[in-house]
T-cell receptor, first 112, second 111 residues
């Protein structure tokens, strides 16, 4: 079974703090994604990566950056957290484009 | 962002009843996916469909890839209380990194 693991399930951070969300997949997938999920807005793509050190902006990249130094690991960085970034963040991975996408357990971030 | 039309939005059913939901798109997809999401958890893959007309089962769940490639259906037979949750579909096309997700169907099962 594919396993996508998000290291932090629940975080509370202060406005202006730098936040790191880590994600690891164990199936040698090429592509990894970060989404945020908000009520009524569904899943929105923040960034994705199709190879080590490669990244592409998604639909809502503002206020976020990402890092993929190793194939299995994809990190989401909030340089200066703001209250409107309070959300559920979901990491996902796929073997190749157009293939089944697998999600992690989610990280609930509250910015106060 | 773009979302797929999914219906019904929510439904209450009695334990033991069968459930049907569907997803429609204005675009053609090569892959249809169905997920279940429990409160506070990430989506869990239920069924993946890769070919138009394909019918695939996973226990009490059956999903179909519509022949027009613009829709998909999920059926749950003999529902049980643990079927409660949000079910949503997703569609994508080969060669793209873009996945479009459904608006979700909230299922509540009355024991």
């Amino acid at each position: 079974d594919v396993k996508v693991t998000q290291s932090s399930r629940y975080l509370v951070k202060r406005t202006g703090e730098k936040v790191f969300l880590e994600c690891v997949q164990d199936m040698d997938h090429e592509n990894m994604f970060w989404y945020r999920q908000d009520p009524g807005l569904g899943l929105r793509l923040i960034y994705f990566s199709y190879d080590v050190k490669m990244k592409e902006k998604g639909d809502i990249p503002e206020g976020y950056s990402v890092s993929r130094e190793k194939k299995e690991r994809f990190s989401l960085i909030l340089e200066s957290a703001s209250t409107n970034q309070t959300s559920m963040y979901l990491c996902a991975s796929t073997l190749y484009s157009g293939n089944t996408i697998y999600f992690g357990e989610g990280s609930w971030l509250t910015v106060v | 962002g773009q979302q797929l039309n999914q219906s019904p939005q929510s439904m209450f059913i009695q334990e033991g009843e069968d459930v049907s939901m569907n997803c429609t798109s204005s675009s053609i997809f090569n892959t249809w996916l169905w997920y279940k999401q429990d409160p506070g958890e990430g989506p869990v893959l239920l069924i993946a469909l890769y070919k138009a007309g394909e019918l695939t089962s996973n226990g009490r769940l059956t999903a179909q890839f519509g022949i027009t490639r613009k829709d998909s259906f999920l059926n749950i037979s003999a529902s049980i209380p643990s079927d409660v949750g949000i079910y949503f579909c997703a569609g994508t096309t080969s060669g793209t990194y873009k996945y479009i997700f459904g608006t979700g169907t909230r299922l509540k099962v009355l024991a």
